[in-house]
């Protein structure tokens, strides 16, 4: 039977911990690493050993950047009074392949999730709060995700912001461009019906 050397596998295994890696994932990964020159190995444990020191958190809005301010918040090509906050910097980037958003970010770094203890204050609520007070904010628009936990703290950041004198919007939910009506589940039939334009 053949034994596989400590440092592969404990490369696999490293592997394995990232999300949506499964274990023949990382095995696959780190026999590519090992069959590459050693030289494209040492960039990437310079890169990953580097990373923590060379990231931190925009001080506005909490995206991962190299800078404070980020490049977002430090372009006075966007409208800083509008704010879309999103839940993870994943969002941020996806609603930033659109080029269509021109308004700054406010990324939560989590969703509400009593039941695994993430209140409020687990995540960036109350930054959000301090920064509508603190700016000329006119509108924060509400981009988390249609999921439960997306819907409640989206429904949180709702009630909380109506004490304030901004404009609560929410990301349009409903039936995705080509998908065939007949294909759609309740639910998100249901949301395309409450949100038509």
């Known amino acids: ?15 394995n911990r990232l999300p949506g890696i ?29 990373l923590h020191a060379a990231i931190k958190l925009c001080s506005n809005c909490h995206a991962f950047s190299e800078s404070d ?27 930033e392949k659109t080029a269509f958003f021109r308004g700054q970010y406010h990324i939560l770094h989590g969703v509400l999730a009593p039941m695994e203890g993430i209140g409020p204050e ?8 301090s920064r509508v007070r603190r ?11 249609s999921t439960v936990p ?4 989206a429904a949180y950041l709702a009630n909380r912001l109506q004490e304030l004198p901004v404009r609560v919007t929410r990301l349009a939910c409903g039936i995705p461009m080509g998908m065939d009506i007949k ?3 309740e639910l998100t039939l249901a949301k395309a019906i409450e949100f038509r334009k």
Request: a negative charge; hydrophobic letters at 50%; charged letters at 25%.
């Open 150 to 153: 997306g819907e409640a703290t």
């Open 183 to 185: 294909y759609a589940d």
């Open 1 to 15: 039977m053949y034994v596989v050397p400590p440092a592969l596998a404990r490369l696999v295994a490293d592997l």
């Open 69 to 95: 301010p980020c490049a977002i918040c430090d372009d006075p090509k966007r409208d800083p009074s509008i704010v879309c906050v999103v839940e993870e910097a994943g969002d941020l980037l996806a609603i």
């Open 135 to 145: 700016q000329r904010i006119a509108e924060v628009l509400i981009a988390t995700s």
């Open 122 to 129: 687990e995540i960036k609520v109350d930054d959000l709060l």
């Open 22 to 50: 499964g274990k023949k994932t990382a095995t696959r990964l780190a026999l590519y690493i090992l069959r590459r020159p050693a030289a494209e190995a040492q960039n990437l444990a310079v890169d990953l050993a580097e």
